[in-house]
Structure formats: C-alpha cells, structure tokens
C-alpha cells in the first residue's frame, strides 16, 4: 500500500531562505538516495506564521519503506553533513501519513 508522508516545517523567524535552500538540497539528496521524487511547496498567501512555512512531500510504497529510509539517509555523508544545518533553522516539524482511497 502506497504512503504519503507530508512534512510540515515551521522556519526560525528570519531562516525562511535558508530553511527553503537547505530542503531543496534534501529533497535532492532524498531523490539520489532513496529514489523518491519529493515535491516541497511555501504558501502564497497568508499571515504571521504561516509565511514562515514549508511543506514538503514523499511518497513510499510502503509504510516499511518510510520505515527504513532514516537509515539509508543517515548513512549517506551528504545527509550527514546537512540535517544538522537543516535543525538549526526549522523551529518545528509535523508529520503526516496519508494513504491512497479505494
């Protein structure tokens, strides 16, 4: 059964270019990596907080393949050497699953 897994990423107030920079380079080391091809998205529209937003999202064939990819990413030395960079401008990260309706 196919997953999506949606992230919803607040930036540190005033990281917002980095914060978008730093997952582009994820979602590129995610393609290479895991052979996903990962779509991120930043609202249009909106106030206070919400600017401050990035959304991506991934989609696995398995909720055992999201399961495994932590792994294959943190051996990977490019991911290495961004997720702390990455950390240090996203204030807060929400997850979500969503499958596939019949």
């Not at 990423?9 to 990962?38: D, F, N, T, W, Y």
Request: without cysteine; charged residues 25%.
């Amino acid at each position: 059964m196919k997953v999506m897994v949606r992230s919803i990423m607040k930036a540190v107030p005033g990281k917002m270019a980095e914060a978008m920079e730093l997952e582009q380079k994820h979602m590129a080391i995610a393609s290479r990596v895991l052979g996903l091809s990962p779509r991120s998205y930043r609202p249009l529209s909106g106030g206070g907080d919400v600017m401050n937003t990035i959304i991506s999202e991934s989609e696995f064939d398995s909720l055992a393949a999201f399961e495994a990819h932590p792994e294959k990413m943190g051996a990977d030395p490019e991911a290495q050497a961004l997720f702390p960079k990455l950390e240090a401008v996203i204030e807060s990260m929400e997850v979500e699953f969503y499958v596939p309706m019949p």
